[in-house]
């Protein structure tokens, strides 16, 4: 697996390294919110800078 950061990028050749990697990722895409809850929420903050 290859992977860029920030300062650098690394290939990671052992199992357990990926399988960390791959854990990080689900979690994150278990957080995020959908398309249309994203819109949502951004509408949602955009009215109220503009009300304030």
Do not use: F, I
């Not at 689900?26 to 994203?38: P, Y």
């Amino acid at each position: 697996m290859y992977s860029e950061g920030l300062t650098g990028a690394v290939y990671l050749d052992k199992q357990a390294e990926v399988e960390t990697y791959e854990s990080a990722w689900n979690t994150l895409d278990d957080m995020v919110l959908s398309v249309e809850d994203s819109r949502d929420l951004m509408s949602a903050l955009a009215k109220e800078y503009d009300d304030a």
